[in-house]
């Protein structure tokens, strides 16, 4: 083999298949963050070898890291899982492109590899209804101090940073020492320096112990993870077996007095509104623990046209029915087939009957706590309470940082998310599900409360870390049933992130559009 065939073979085998390790290995199951610090050096190997397989080799490693990290699509569709994936390797794939640009100037990429990554992944999260899964800073939220930036730039902050160690890497481990070019920037490297080192500082400061703590008294939630098996759910001869499962779970919270239990979405099979014995089981058990219960259901609404909702609804033992949260961001070829109208053959290859409509607005809900009780100069009897109030987020809507902010900007104390993971089976979705769910909490400085229906449900403090998680004696968290309690305190902290959105992507989007000017223009 000649040099020029061990370099191709490098460019579009080797590196590319180093590359899609090291991003794999760094999200659940696997959980090796610190391999995201290198899934993107072999790439740049590659693209740094010059010529066009360098750039092949980009998307080759951007599909085999895809294939090897939503596998579990595979349980719904074969064919939507590859055909995901190579539109997904698209993404590296102009990446690489506009990187393979600056290294054959001779300029560095310490800065300009991040902005350029950052831009792909938020196009990516809002393109073709988005798809803002396995972010790359999404791999660090095993090493808490580096993802609290998030507060301030939404999770795509912590992308900037992993990209900016792996750029610094290539430029002055690899090409610089091994490859022996020397150091391209000097600024740019001690820039990185700082930045990195900043970013683990200040996080390590917000996790110091009593910070964000308020005085008040906590509410008390209780959520509740039935276990079903996902072929079991709408099967009329399990209807029993599900009645029973949430009547003695939801029984057994009697001695943990919460003030809300939350069951997971569409956790009854049928339309809480219209079908009696379902809602009779709902009130009668909130009756039986004395507290009002949230859960998932689908819904109705009769007119000139029948719509149907994914929706959420808060059940009271007293005042009944509470109110409801239709789901605003419907899941494309799951809750709805788009353009349907135009390529009706699509609707073959879906197991959707009719279409979700998607809700209107933010639903928030509010209960009153009662938090203290004390008599007045006459000997009356006083008490003071406070509105708890909360949203709900359905299935993967808590992976959509800009929905997620709409609704805390309604003063919430914290957020539900309701969701079913059982489509994927036994493997990493429901864990990388609540890692992205773990930065919305960060970016907002609220809580998480994740009630789902096989697992993973658990409670994310305003820190990114679980506090409490549903699991069985032998520590199992999916495909188990249970329950969990847990005391919550509101921090009711405005972060930049929460007051300007998504303000970090915007910059980064101008310096792109700098960066591409600049390395385009033509030589003198």
């Known amino acids: ?56 080799g980009a998307y080759i490693a951007g599909v085999l890291s895809w294939l090897g990290t939503i596998y579990w699509l595979t349980n719904v569709s074969v064919a939507g899982y590859i055909g995901l994936c190579i539109y997904l390797g698209l993404y590296w794939w102009i990446f690489g492109f506009v990187i393979a ?34 972010l790359a800073g999404a791999s660090q939220i095993v090493y808490p101090q580096l993802c609290q930036i998030a507060a301030t730039t ?47 500082f200040s996080g390590t400061q917000e996790l110091k112990p009593g910070k964000g703590t308020v005085e008040q008294m906590p509410f008390r939630i209780s959520i509740v993870q039935p276990g079903i098996e996902q072929d079991q759910k709408w099967d009329k001869r399990c209807r029993d077996l599900i009645f029973g499962r949430f009547r003695y779970l939801t029984n057994e919270l009697k001695k943990e007095k919460p003030q809300l239990v939350i069951w997971p979405e569409s956790c009854v099979p049928g339309e809480l509104r219209y079908d009696r014995d379902i809602y009779d089981l709902v009130h009668n058990l909130c009756r039986a623990v004395d507290a009002p ?57 879906t197991p959707i009957e009719a279409d979700f409509a998607p809700g209107n607005d933010s639903t928030t809900f509010g ?39 709409k609704f805390t900007q309604h003063d919430v104390d914290f957020i539900v998310n309701l969701t079913n993971d059982a489509w994927f089976g036994r493997t990493g979705a429901p864990f990388q599900h609540a890692a992205l769910a ?34 069985d004696a032998k520590g199992e968290t999916i495909f188990t049933s249970g329950h969990v309690t847990f005391d919550l305190k509101a921090v009711n902290k405005l972060t930049i992130y929460k007051r300007y959105g998504d303000i970090f992507a915007g910059i980064c989007f101008v310096f792109a559009a700098i960066g591409l000017l600049l390395v385009w223009k033509k030589k003198e």
């Open 367 to 405: 209960l009153p706590q009662q938090t203290m009780r004390f008599k007045g100069d006459k000997g009356e009897l006083i008490s003071h309470t406070r509105m708890v109030r909360f949203g709900v987020v359905i299935c993967f809507e808590d992976i959509f940082p800009d929905l997620v902010r």
């Open 101 to 134: 640009r600056f290294i054959e100037r001779g300029k560095s990429i310490i800065f300009w590899a991040p902005v350029f990554w950052v831009v792909a992944e938020f196009v990516r999260g809002k393109l073709i209804t988005g798809f803002p899964w396995a």
């Open 293 to 349: 219960i949230l859960l998932g259901s689908q819904d109705i609404e009769f007119g000139d046209e029948k719509k149907f909702y994914n929706a959420a609804v808060l059940i009271h033992p007293k005042f009944k029915y509470l109110g409801q949260y239709n789901k605003l961001h419907l899941v494309p070829f799951g809750e709805y087939v788009p353009l349907r109208d135009h390529l009706p053959f699509l609707r073959k290859l």
């Open 438 to 471: 773990a930065f919305r909490a960060i970016e907002n400085r609220t809580f998480m409360v994740r009630s789902t229906n096989t697992g993973y449900s658990c409670v994310i403090d305003p820190y990114g870390r679980v506090v409490a998680d549903v699991r």
């Open 154 to 200: 939404g999770v795509w902050g912590v992308s900037f940073v992993v990209v900016l160690l792996n750029a610094f890497i290539y430029e002055n481990l690899y090409a610089g020492v091994v490859r022996k070019e020397g150091m391209k920037s000097l600024k740019m490297t001690l820039l990185a320096m700082s930045v990195v080192a900043y970013v683990y």
């Open 1 to 56: 083999m000649n040099n020029s065939a061990r370099r191709h073979f490098l460019q579009l085998a080797v590196l590319p298949v180093a590359s899609a390790a090291c991003f794999i290995l760094s999200f659940p199951n696997f959980n090796l963050g610190f391999c995201g610090w290198f899934f993107l050096v072999p790439l740049l190997i590659g693209v740094g070898l010059g010529g066009p397989w360098g750039i092949l």
